[in-house]
């Protein structure tokens, strides 16, 4: 749940399949919110307000004067219905999506669907709102556009900049600990966008991929590393790899094995509450960068703590995607990837030097250390913005 009451919750109730869906807004900042919007089957309000209060503490951390909210639906994605059910569920939080909270893609929900179903309730695209709070919307707009269409290695920028968010979190921790790269092995839960593009841009680092898991299970080289562009290349739309692609010495483990790798690194990048009080204490590595949203409960991160266990937190290590968005909106990143991924780079790494050398210094744990580096920013923005919606355009 969030730390303190929400600044608004709404159930929504479909009218067709009596469908539940949730819009929490943590906090407003100058009178706009973001968070992404979620669809699987049990999705719950307290989920989505415990993700809201997430997204404040994420565009808290980078520094972004935004606040923080969350969308969520209790519906199977791959049911024949998902789309009109998200559809009818635009419609009707269109009050708030006109106004004052800014979405996007996230489980479930991939970016082009939620474009389009926003295009057919005329509000455009999922950044609607933040559009609207510019001084000229059809430039930022076309330079939006621009930014989303542009690819890297074939591949379009939006799917690779939150993994490669993640890469850089990773590896601030690894230089702040003393490790080399070129020694360090890594092993990551979940090859989806998030997954794959860490991948990537891990083994970019020198970081020697030893593991991957997808839905099918895992795939082990625990030897020579994994040859990652391979296995992407051999990815489909729903990040399962096809196993003709593996090499000889590559090894398949069944998928509730994935924390039987050995490895320093472990990124968690799939789905929420992936590592629990029953299997926590199969943990190998000294190292976890969380891509996925609160994949570790309270009970094992405290115990994986008490064991010296390093963890970057969620709303700093996979906050990537939330801040090159709005730095688009902003005009502080140009179209060029290059640019994206060197203020990425900038930000992301002193964040996580900053809230290591605080956890070493006993000022509380990583967790509680990113919060309150966010949680001051936060508060630096409501004495600045405020709450209430502003008169005036926001950049």
């Known amino acids: 749940m969030a730390l303190e009451d929400p600044f ?17 807004i943590d906090r407003l900042v100058g009178g706009i919110a973001t968070g992404g919007t979620r669809m699987r089957s049990g999705c719950t309000l307290d989920e989505v307000a415990d993700l809201a209060s997430r997204m404040s503490y994420k565009t808290g951390a980078l520094n972004i004067p935004v606040g923080g909210a969350k969308g969520g639906i209790d519906y199977e994605p791959s049911d024949p219905g998902a789309r009109e059910v998200l559809r009818r569920f635009v419609e009707g939080v269109r009050p708030l999506l006109d ?19 926003f295009e057919e309730a005329g509000l455009g695209m999922s950044l609607h709102a933040a559009l609207m709070r510019s001084t000229d919307p059809d430039r930022t707009l076309r330079r939006v556009k621009e930014a989303f269409a542009t690819e890297v290695e074939g591949i379009p920028l939006p799917d690779v900049i939150g993994g490669y968010g993640v890469a850089e979190a990773a590896g601030a921790a690894i230089e702040h600990l003393g490790w080399s790269p070129g020694e360090s092995c890594a092993v990551v839960q979940g090859f989806g966008s998030m997954g794959g593009s860490t991948a990537r841009y891990l083994a970019r680092q020198g970081v020697r991929v030893v593991g991957v898991a997808d839905a099918r299970g895992v795939i082990v080289n625990q030897e020579k590393g994994l040859d990652v562009e391979r296995l992407l290349r051999a ?36 789905i929420s509450y992936a590592i629990t009080a029953d299997n926590c ?50 005009g502080d990143v140009s179209a060029r990837p290059a640019d994206s991924f060197e203020k990425l780079s900038s930000e992301m790494r002193w964040v996580v030097r900053r809230l290591l050398e605080s956890w ?17 920013n936060l508060d630096r923005f409501a004495a600045e913005y405020g709450e209430a919606k502003s008169s005036h355009p926001i950049f």
Do not use: C, M
């Open 99 to 117: 106004h004052y909270w800014v979405t996007a893609e996230d489980l479930g929900v991939p970016q082009p669907l939620l474009d389009a179903v």
């Open 360 to 376: 070493e210094s006993g000022k509380g744990t990583p967790r509680q250390v990113a919060r309150e580096i966010s949680q001051r």
């Open 235 to 270: 990815r489909n739309d729903y990040g399962e790899i096809d196993r003709a692609a593996l090499r000889p010495g590559d090894d398949e483990l069944p998928v509730e094995e994935w924390l039987s790798v050995e490895a320093e690194v472990l990124v968690p990048a799939a």
């Open 8 to 24: 608004l919750s709404v159930v929504w109730t479909d009218p067709v399949t009596g469908t539940k869906g949730y819009v929490v």
């Open 281 to 330: 204490d199969s943990v190998h590595a000294t190292l976890i960068v969380e891509a996925a949203n609160v994949p570790i409960t309270e009970e094992a991160e405290s115990r994986l703590l008490e064991r010296g266990v390093v963890i970057i937190p969620d709303f700093i290590a996979n906050s990537g995607a939330a801040g090159w968005a709005w730095w688009t909106l902003f």
